[in-house]
Each structure stands twice: as structure tokens, then as C-alpha cells.
């Protein structure tokens, strides 16, 4: 997915949670769900951050993006 589509998909997520028809057992499913996607998000956002700081502490003319993956 893309990290978009995983920000909506946990706005779902937290939408479903609020509402009274799920089940225990779905209300499990779907923390766990959102938790796995926050995870994964939270690593996107701290790979980003670094090729910023790379971008930023480098010389504008020799800048390099490095990926961190």
C-alpha cells in the first residue's frame, strides 16, 4: 500500500472502532491491523526525515539522497 491509502485505511479503522457494531473479536482484528499499519507508517516517516538531514547537511552543489532501506 501506499502511505496515503494507510493513513485512510487507519482513519477506517479508527471510524469502525468508534462505532458500536463491531464484535470484540473484530475490534481486536482491526487495533491489530492499525497497529501493524502505524508501525509500518512511523518507518516511512523516519526514513524520510533522515534523507532530509542528509539533503540538508550536505553542500547544495555535491547532495546526494541516500535510501536508508
Do not use: Y
Not at 494507510?6 to 468508534?18: C, F, G, H, P, T
Not at 457494531?21 to 501493524?36: C, P, Q, R, V
Amino acid at each position: 500500500m501506499s502511505f496515503e491509502k494507510d493513513v485512510s485505511r487507519i482513519e477506517e479503522i479508527a471510524q469502525k472502532l468508534n462505532g458500536s457494531d463491531t464484535t470484540l473479536e473484530e475490534s481486536l482484528a482491526l487495533f491489530e491491523e492499525g497497529m501493524l499499519l502505524t508501525k509500518a507508517l512511523e518507518k516511512t516517516l523516519t526514513e524520510a526525515k533522515r534523507k532530509v538531514e542528509v539533503i540538508l547537511s550536505e553542500d547544495t552543489e555535491t547532495a546526494e539522497i541516500t535510501s536508508f532501506e
